[in-house]
């Protein structure tokens, strides 16, 4: 069967794009998250909310708003300006800025929570050992939300690498750029390819069933073995 | 205001809806039970004196270390102090060597890893999970964590209430010991007085945010103006020394400030101290020798007394026959009262039916 030789390109971009934003995400989400499970602010509700308004948002227009912010006249073409680009749009790096915004409540919410449902026992008991509040929060905080941790990191990632929408508006469809899975996808459906489609689709829902298989395997033994 | 071997402490402020006015000194030596009702503010005290709340107004300092006072504010992980939960809330993610060890400095000098294990029987839970323990060994591993963390002061908030009747029986005795084996100041919160009279030596009694009274256990239990001595289960701790063994009847001879007891006991070596407790309502009053089975019938001096209720009468005893000796609490109904012609200042007979031994090497 004469597969189009080319299609390992928009997966390998796809990994690529979730594993970077993966990463960002965890960076951002976690200070994020500690401070929307622990403040007492009277404004901390609006954060939340705004940084959970991807969840229904249509996609394409929150890629429309990407597109103005990173093209040339707003700021995202300000900061490529700083190394001699014009603009983030229709860049990698552009979808990396579109997928951490849109997978970010993914990743917030389920480390919120488990920060929540550690309570403020853990950080004091810490406390009362001489722990400074940077050492709990990474000797007793962390570990304690490990399974919150996994889960953002697991539906993060998936979330990225499915994403269309945002992808469209902001990425267009350059090869080994921004051509990623869904986008192929939908590029090979238009011109008449369908055992490419059929087996990137396919694939995805092998990918899509690992992902939420092996999260609930992953609370189970957590549930276990704090009980 | 910072003495050196003392612990000075005072807080006021609102904390919730709750009004907090509390203030003490006591020696920063021996147990300092902190007893009142629930809900009185002996927690809210304890967690100001470890810097886990801050009302505005407090000043905190131990044994010559101010921790607060005005603008001063050490957070609580820069205090020298050991907290014990009364839920154990010990570290799930860590094993119970985990745990012990994560507050433990390196180059630990005052109480080590293997005395820690040894007091605390810890040896066989080493390399437990804690979901693993039962009640009672979470308590002591909780224990043992903050005894490694090498404290200065021993924060215990009702340790034992989160547990049933036998982890108390077990944990007890490990306290007793606690108190006997390390020279380490401790305060100790409870709404239990059974807990208190075993552990004690200094006792703050706290009512809806107020200090009632501090000072030495003996003198509070004694003292008719407190609630204490008017209470159903009012009680007195002597410090005793084993002056006698009687192998034969199984008695020991104790003797306490101007007068002596005759105790049921296992063997115990002369000269070894105990705490003897005796209920007010296991001492009635003679005035005049008679024949009986009560073993224990010592001259004392009645120093002052008050009805306790319509029918009962409190009395302060103080032993020997000046009354200057140890302080006894005797409940007599007021007919007997009448009938003898009691009065204060009267020397009378105290015929002691029951004298409980407690564990604590006082």
């Known amino acids: ?227 | 205001m910072t003495a050196p071997g003392r612990i000075e402490v005072a807080f006021r402020g609102t904390v919730g809806r709750f009004s907090l006015d509390a203030g003490f000194d006591v020696p920063a030596a021996g147990v300092t039970a902190i007893f009142g009702p629930s809900g009185c503010g002996k927690t809210t005290v304890l967690r100001c004196i470890a810097g886990l709340q801050r009302v505005a107004d407090g000043t905190c300092a131990v044994d010559g270390a101010v921790w607060q006072n005005g603008a001063i504010f050490q957070p609580p992980y820069q205090r020298p102090i050991g907290y014990v939960f009364q839920e154990a809330s010990l570290f799930a993610h860590l094993s119970v060597r985990g745990n012990l060890l994560y507050g433990a400095p390196k180059d630990a000098k005052g109480q080590s890893f293997d005395e820690v294990i040894t007091l605390l029987g810890l040896a066989p839970l080493l390399d437990r999970a804690p979901h693993n323990l039962s009640g009672g060994e979470r308590q002591r591993v909780a224990i043992g964590r903050a005894l490694l963390s090498q404290p200065r002061l021993l924060l215990m908030d009702e340790p034992l209430s989160a547990l049933d009747r036998q982890s108390k029986d077990e944990i007890l005795p490990f306290l007793e010991r606690l108190h006997a084996t390390l020279a380490l100041p401790v305060i100790y919160v409870s709404h239990d007085m059974a807990e208190v009279e075993r552990l004690a030596d200094h006792l703050v009694l706290m009512a809806a945010g107020r200090v009632l009274a501090s000072g030495r256990l003996a003198a509070l239990q004694s003292d008719i103006s407190l609630p204490l001595a008017q209470g159903r289960e009012a009680a007195v701790s002597l410090e005793a020394v084993a002056e006698s063994y009687d192998a034969a009847d199984g008695l020991a001879k104790f003797s306490v400030d101007e007068g002596a007891f005759q105790v049921p006991s296992p063997p115990i070596a002369v000269g070894e101290r105990r705490r003897l407790r005796i209920l007010a309502g296991n001492v009635s009053l003679a005035t005049s020798p008679q024949r009986s089975t009560i073993l224990n019938v010592l001259p004392a001096r009645i120093l002052s007394a008050s009805e306790s209720s319509l029918h009962e009468v409190t009395a302060v005893l103080g032993l020997g026959q000046d009354g200057n000796g140890a302080r006894l609490l005797a409940r007599i109904t007021r007919r007997s009262w009448n009938l003898l012609g009691l009065s204060e200042g009267m020397p009378v007979l105290a015929q002691v039916k029951g004298v409980a031994l407690t564990d604590r090497q006082a």
């Open chain 1, 1 to 227: 069967m004469g597969l189009s030789p080319d299609i390992w390109q928009p997966i390998a971009l796809s990994i690529e794009l979730a594993i970077v934003s993966t990463l960002l995400l965890l960076l951002i989400a976690t200070p994020l998250a500690w401070w929307l499970a622990r403040s007492s602010c009277w404004w901390k509700e609006g954060i939340a909310t705004f940084v959970a308004i991807p969840l229904v948002l249509p996609p394409t227009v929150l890629g429309f708003y990407l597109l103005v912010a990173l093209g040339p006249h707003g700021p995202g073409g300000w900061l490529a300006g700083l190394w001699g680009g014009r603009t983030l749009a229709f860049t990698f790096e552009g979808l990396v800025i579109g997928s951490v915004l849109y997978s970010m409540p993914f990743m917030v919410q389920p480390i919120r929570n488990a920060f929540e449902a550690m309570g403020d026992r853990p950080m004091e008991v810490a406390a009362t050992l001489r722990a400074s509040p940077w050492r709990a929060f990474w000797t007793v905080a962390v570990p304690m939300a490990r399974p919150g941790f996994l889960t953002g990191a697991v539906l993060g990632f998936a979330h990225t690498i499915g994403e269309f929408g945002v992808v469209l508006m902001i990425g267009g469809n350059i090869p080994g750029k921004t051509k990623v899975l869904s986008v192929a996808i939908f590029d090979y459906v238009e011109t008449d390819q369908w055992a490419e489609a059929h087996l990137l689709a396919g694939g995805m829902v092998v990918f899509s069933f690992a992902v939420i298989l092996s999260m609930r395997l992953i609370e189970k033994r957590f549930a276990r073995g704090t009980q």
